[in-house]
């Protein structure tokens, strides 16, 4: 498994209620669905963990896009939940965050300690079942 890299890590996202938000929204997800079928033109296959209405009733309608939904909680289908278990267990245990900057740098001092400890890595992938089926991504 590669090492967190500038996609994994924990950013800071601006208060959604001051017109700043930065995570997408159902449309975003719907648009961009729309966006890869038109490009791939090919059925686009979803696997999903977030259940909205309204993004559900848009896959119902469209054939093309055959959807898979995922328990909120399942370590044993995601090696991700085992990597915030390990998160949870250790960096994060008995803390009160004073502020979003405590957070975020609590949670990359944890995932510091993660990163290099490919033992810790491979049991959250065996726990899954799942193995690595392509070689590490080469920089450009």
């Not at 975003?28 to 993004?55: E, M, S, T």
Request: hydrophobic share 30%; proline share 6%.
């Amino acid at each position: 498994m590669t090492p967190p890299t500038a996609r994994t890590r924990p950013k800071r996202h601006v208060d959604h209620t001051r017109g700043g938000r930065r995570s997408f929204t159902w449309t975003d997800y719907r648009d961009l669905l729309i966006a890869a079928h038109q490009q791939l033109g090919a059925p686009i296959v979803l696997v999903c963990v977030h259940k909205d209405r309204r993004l559900r009733e848009f896959v119902d309608t469209h054939d093309w896009i055959p959807c898979y939904f995922l328990p909120a909680y399942a370590p044993d289908l995601n090696p991700v939940e085992g990597m915030r278990s390990l998160l949870r267990r250790s960096s994060q245990t008995n803390t009160a965050f004073t502020d979003p900057d405590h957070l975020i740098s609590t949670l990359r001092h944890g995932l510091r300690q993660i990163q290099y400890r490919s033992n810790l890595i491979n049991g959250c992938l065996a726990e899954t079942g799942l193995t690595l089926t392509t070689s590490r991504r080469q920089r450009q």
